[in-house]
């Protein structure tokens, strides 16, 4: 969950270190079937009561779930009950009504991947496994990738898009695709792989260390984005599919808070990326952002701005708002703003991309995927963890509207009726939904598409 408050990197730092921590333990877990059902009635008492996001018709599926899993806590293990509550607290469809089990899935395969429009494929390994970089993935265990997908999904909180944001993180856990009933165990992962010299190989994978640069140890993305290359001074980092592209992308530089850069040398078009709306370092955010109004847009004047939003998984929206407000009153008339968009673009995300087409109507321009919630949705709210299992639920409270609009705070969020649009649509304009090859070649169709439109307008 990604709220407007209370999001400080350095308590995200040393949760996501905890966690991680714990994976290794997760075989220690012990829970009977009485410390079972006190969890669910926890949940069911404490916890459904306080998340808003559950309609009607939610409440009676979740009730008929948490009973299925309460009449066979007698032969649940404890990653299985904990797949469960997932799964009960996933019912919601709400992306922001969550369930942390991460100190029961264990290690992960020595891969990590990322859906493309033509496939799942290998975009990073463990340097023993580099030849399998650019493999794409047919099946895993007796599943198509597909299939395994499709089963995990109704365990993932959230629409379509962000649970196809978030499936590749959690199809490379073996005990993930014994659960989804990819596997019969967790020992040894039949994966069916379709390699880049065009051979088909089923090899047998175990799980390995963790990556020294898994994502879950900083404050950005969330732990689920991998298109970016690691800093390849990092000891023991893993090769990524993108080490051998001639040339790559600003899309998938470094990951940063927010960076600036002319695109051109006359300075008309100028590229922004901002991958959180949280503050990482020492220098605010706000600060940031008021930065690049000073020392790049005033000084130059940019005919046209390009955002990209692309790995924003969110934040608090409070630091983005005067940065939406000015940037389209600060360029000329006919300038344009194009924000790029996908479904990583979550929350806080959400809400900077629309608020700046909120403030800049028909002069702004989404291109992209659809981002991984729709302009409706659930969030704010908090978190209890369940005694026994310490399996840690998120609740929403305040539902925010970017599409219609918000009028009464007594029904939606106060600071979508104070700062939120109206009357708008956050769908990409245009739509494009990156291949395979092209990112391989380090090619960035998406930001290609909007230099090319900007060039159009000079």
């Known amino acids: 969950m990604t709220t407007l408050f209370q999001r400080l990197p350095v308590v995200v730092m040393l949760a996501a270190a905890i966690c991680?921590?714990?994976?290794?333990?997760?075989?220690?877990?012990?829970?009977?079937?009485?410390?079972?059902?006190?969890?669910?009635?926890?949940?069911?008492?404490?916890?459904?009561?306080?998340?808003?996001?559950?309609?009607?018709?939610?409440?009676?599926?979740?009730?008929?779930?948490?009973?299925?899993?309460?009449?066979?806590?007698?032969?649940?293990?404890?990653?299985?009950?904990?797949?469960?509550?997932?799964?009960?607290?996933?019912?919601?469809?709400?992306?922001?009504?969550?369930?942390?089990?991460?100190?029961?899935?264990?290690?992960?395969?020595?891969?990590?991947?990322?859906?493309?429009?033509?496939?799942?494929?290998?975009?990073?390994?463990?340097?023993?496994?580099?030849?399998?970089?650019g493999a794409r993935i047919d099946r895993l265990g007796s599943l198509s990738a597909s299939q395994a997908q499709a089963r995990l999904e109704p365990y993932l909180a959230g629409t379509d898009q962000r649970t196809r944001f978030l499936g590749p993180g959690y199809l490379v856990t073996p005990r993930i695709l014994?659960?989804?009933?990819?596997?019969?165990?967790?020992?040894?992962?039949?994966?069916?792989?379709?390699?880049?010299?065009?051979?088909?190989?089923?090899?047998?994978?175990?799980?390995?260390?963790?990556?020294?640069?898994?994502?879950?140890?900083?404050?950005?993305?969330?732990?689920?984005?991998?298109?970016?290359?690691?800093?390849?001074?990092?000891?023991?980092?893993?090769?990524?599919?993108?080490?051998?592209?001639?040339?790559?992308?600003?899309?998938?530089?470094?990951?940063?808070?927010?960076?600036?850069?002319?695109?051109?040398?006359?300075?008309?078009?100028?590229?922004?990326?901002?991958?959180?709306?949280?503050?990482?370092?020492?220098?605010l955010l706000v600060e940031k952002f008021g930065s690049i109004i000073q020392n790049m847009i005033l000084p130059s004047r940019p005919k046209h701005v390009l955002v990209d939003l692309r790995l924003n998984n969110g934040g608090d929206f409070f630091n983005s708002i005067l940065f939406t407000q000015a940037l389209p009153r600060l360029l000329p008339r006919d300038g344009r703003i194009f924000v790029l968009v996908s479904r990583a673009t979550f929350s806080a995300g959400i809400v900077t991309a629309a608020m700046l087409k909120g403030n800049g109507r028909e002069r702004v321009t989404f291109i992209g995927e659809p981002m991984g919630d729709g302009g409706q949705f659930w969030a704010e709210g908090g978190k209890i963890t369940l005694p026994h299992s310490k399996v840690v639920v998120r609740y929403s409270t305040?539902?925010?509207?970017?599409?219609?609009?918000?009028?009464?705070?007594?029904?939606?969020?106060?600071?979508?009726?104070?700062?939120?649009?109206?009357?708008?649509?956050?769908?990409?304009?245009?739509?494009?939904d990156l291949t395979f090859a092209e990112y391989a070649e380090g090619r960035d169709p998406v930001l290609e598409k909007a230099v090319e439109l900007a060039k159009q307008e000079y």
Not at 263 to 277: A, E, Q, S
Not at 408 to 432: E, H, N
């Open 398 to 432: 305040e539902f925010e509207d970017y599409e219609t609009g918000c009028t009464d705070f007594r029904l939606c969020y106060w600071a979508t009726v104070a700062f939120g649009p109206r009357g708008i649509s956050i769908s990409p304009d245009i739509m494009i």
């Open 178 to 283: 014994e659960h989804i009933g990819a596997v019969d165990g967790t020992a040894s992962i039949p994966l069916t792989l379709l390699l880049r010299n065009g051979t088909t190989e089923t090899l047998h994978l175990a799980t390995s260390e963790d990556d020294p640069c898994d994502e879950r140890k900083t404050g950005l993305n969330r732990g689920y984005s991998v298109l970016i290359p690691d800093p390849s001074d990092t000891a023991g980092r893993w090769p990524h599919v993108l080490d051998g592209a001639p040339d790559i992308s600003k899309g998938y530089l470094k990951r940063s808070d927010v960076a600036a850069a002319f695109l051109d040398d006359t300075k008309t078009i100028l590229y922004i990326r901002n991958d959180t709306v949280d503050n990482v370092g020492d220098t």
């Open 20 to 133: 991680l921590s714990s994976l290794a333990r997760a075989d220690e877990i012990q829970l009977t079937p009485k410390q079972m059902r006190e969890d669910l009635a926890v949940l069911r008492s404490k916890w459904a009561p306080l998340d808003k996001s559950l309609t009607v018709d939610h409440r009676r599926a979740f009730e008929t779930h948490v009973a299925k899993i309460e009449s066979g806590v007698e032969t649940l293990t404890p990653k299985a009950f904990a797949m469960e509550v997932m799964r009960a607290v996933a019912i919601a469809g709400n992306g922001h009504t969550s369930a942390n089990i991460g100190p029961y899935l264990g290690r992960d395969l020595p891969i990590r991947a990322w859906w493309f429009a033509d496939g799942l494929y290998v975009v990073k390994a463990h340097p023993d496994f580099a030849r399998l970089i």
